[in-house]
């Protein structure tokens, strides 16, 4: 069973950080692109980042750029969103989503390409 498992989350005070991992079971992890996804309460859900195969190509959005990185352990089957400078509007559910690619495409964070969906984690940003 394909499954993707997020867990990092949690309350951090505004300037504060989080590693979130996203861990990957019943399939392997490098033959697909991997995407960061949130929905703050009442917004529609966004791409953060993503993520090539390789994890040689990344890419942010410009709300989180120069403050989140992302980056994948292939052999632990594993990405990881590590969050820094955080701020209130960053609260959100997290998700992991992974899409399958041909090797060398180009990280996308468009979320109707995403096969498969973890069940999100919470970070709050609040004093």
């Known amino acids: 069973q394909l499954q993707l498992v997020e867990s990092g989350g949690g309350l951090v005070q505004p300037g504060g950080s989080l590693r979130l991992s996203c861990a990957a079971s019943g399939f392997r992890l490098d033959y697909y692109a991997i995407g960061w996804f949130r929905q703050a309460p009442g917004k529609e859900r966004e791409g953060v980042s993503c993520i090539s195969r390789s994890g040689g190509s990344t890419h942010y959005a410009d709300s989180v750029k120069g403050r989140f990185t992302i980056s994948r352990d292939n052999a632990k089957n594993t990405v990881y969103l590590q969050m820094n400078s955080l701020k209130p509007e960053d609260t959100a559910v997290y998700y992991c989503?992974?899409?399958?690619?041909?090797?060398?495409?180009?990280?996308?964070?468009?979320?109707?390409?995403?096969?498969?969906w973890g069940q999100g984690t919470q970070v709050t940003v609040s004093s």
């Open positions: 989503a992974a899409r399958s690619v041909g090797f060398g495409a180009q990280p996308m964070c468009v979320q109707s390409i995403y096969d498969y």
